[in-house]
Structures are given as C-alpha cells and as structure tokens.
C-alpha cells in the first residue's frame, strides 16, 4: 500500500474505502435486473481482490470486467438464486400462516436459508466464480464447513449491510461494496489459511 503524498488531503486507505463505495454503487446498479446479482457481487469481489495486487479499484474496471464476463452461466446463477429466494420468502410465508409446526418449520427454513446464503456468497468472493459458477460453488460449500468462523464473519456482513440499508435507505445503494469487500477478505483468509498448511 502506498504512503500519503505531499499535499494529499487523504492516505490510500480512505482512497480505498472511496473506491468500495463507488464499486458498489455500480455493484447495485447491476443488480437491478437481480438475475445479474451473483455476476454482479462476483465482479466486485474481483475488482477489490485486485487492490492487493496493485490494480486499480474503480468503477470503470468494474464495468469492463463486467462486461466481459455477462454469459449465459452468469444469467443461470442468477435465476437459480432469485428462485431460491422466492422459495424461501413463501415458505416463511406458509410458516407465518398458522399452519401447524409452523414455529418449527420457520427455525428450519431460516437455518438452510442461512447456509445456502453462505455458501452463494463465498462463492460470488472465489475467483473460479469468473469462469466456472460449479467449481465456485463446490469450494464454497467445502471452506463454509472447514471454516466455520469465515461463515460467521459472512452471516455478520450480510446481517451489517442490512442493518445499513434498513436504518438509511440511500446507504441499500452502497452497501453492497463493502459487502463485496467483507466476502473478499474472508475469502483471502481462507486462501492464506490453507496456503500455510
């Protein structure tokens, strides 16, 4: 990371944070279609993996590499998540019906919920998720069980990014950057955990 420069007002951290809100202001300008969300959160994720790589974190390389990338898998994943999260909104729906085992079914609902939730979000932070969403998704599903603590640090991401959104709706529109940022670092974690075993 580079030092502060004479006559620079900020140091490259907050240079940093400037970009993660600009990268997520794209971020959920790209997920307004929703189908294009797992392609979307997947591009942030690369472009922020790349501050540690020296390239540049802008929204314009968030463009490009979105660009580049919007193919029928991308497309897939992204109905695939949208039909989950319907499925769930209406069991949680039947759930609160009043039918019986409800209470039960609720608590059931939520915990695969989560999990399924953690899983598609560490595989949107793995950067197979550029090529290939199955490779992404399987080494997703095996660091959420192997690294049980990363999967927490996700559930607290998601539950901080809502909590943002809900207290001040214009922040819904930039939280998704330092969502992206969360699932990255937890990912980089991961990475470097394994790499030193």
């Given at each position: 990371?580079?030092?502060?420069?004479?006559?620079?007002?900020?140091?490259?951290?907050?240079?940093?944070?400037?970009?993660?809100?600009?990268?997520?202001?794209?971020?959920s300008v790209a997920c307004l279609p929703l189908v294009t969300a797992p392609a979307a959160l997947s591009t942030a994720c690369a472009v922020l993996r790349g501050a540690g790589q020296d390239r540049p974190v802008t929204a314009g390389r968030y463009v490009v590499l979105l660009r580049q990338r919007l193919r029928a898998g991308d497309v897939?994943?992204?109905?695939?998540?949208?039909?989950?999260?319907?499925?769930?909104?209406?069991?949680?729906?039947?759930?609160?019906?009043?039918?019986?085992?409800?209470?039960?079914?609720?608590?059931?609902?939520?915990?695969?919920?989560?999990?399924?939730?953690?899983?598609?979000?560490?595989?949107?932070?793995?950067?197979?998720?550029?090529?290939?969403?199955?490779?992404?998704?399987?080494?997703?599903?095996?660091?959420?069980?192997?690294?049980?603590?990363?999967?927490?640090?996700?559930?607290?991401?998601?539950?901080?990014?809502?909590?943002?959104?809900?207290?001040?709706?214009?922040?819904?529109?930039?939280?998704?950057?330092?969502?992206?940022?969360?699932?990255?670092?937890?990912?980089?974690?991961?990475?470097?955990?394994?790499?030193?075993?």
């Amino acid at each position: 990371m580079r030092t502060q420069e004479a006559g620079e007002v900020f140091g490259p951290r907050m240079t940093l944070f400037a970009d993660v809100l600009s990268v997520g202001l794209a971020t959920s300008v790209a997920c307004l279609p929703l189908v294009t969300a797992p392609a979307a959160l997947s591009t942030a994720c690369a472009v922020l993996r790349g501050a540690g790589q020296d390239r540049p974190v802008t929204a314009g390389r968030y463009v490009v590499l979105l660009r580049q990338r919007l193919r029928a898998g991308d497309v897939l994943a992204g109905a695939v998540a949208l039909a989950g999260l319907l499925l769930f909104a209406a069991d949680l729906a039947l759930a609160g019906a009043g039918l019986p085992g409800a209470p039960l079914f609720a608590v059931t609902a939520a915990v695969i919920g989560a999990c399924a939730a953690v899983v598609g979000l560490r595989a949107c932070a793995r950067p197979e998720s550029l090529t290939d969403w199955r490779a992404a998704v399987r080494g997703a599903a095996r660091d959420a069980v192997a690294d049980v603590g990363g999967s927490g640090l996700v559930l607290l991401a998601v539950a901080t990014a809502g909590l943002c959104a809900w207290m001040l709706l214009p922040l819904a529109f930039l939280a998704p950057g330092p969502l992206a940022l969360a699932l990255t670092a937890v990912d980089v974690r991961r990475s470097a955990a394994v790499s030193l075993q």
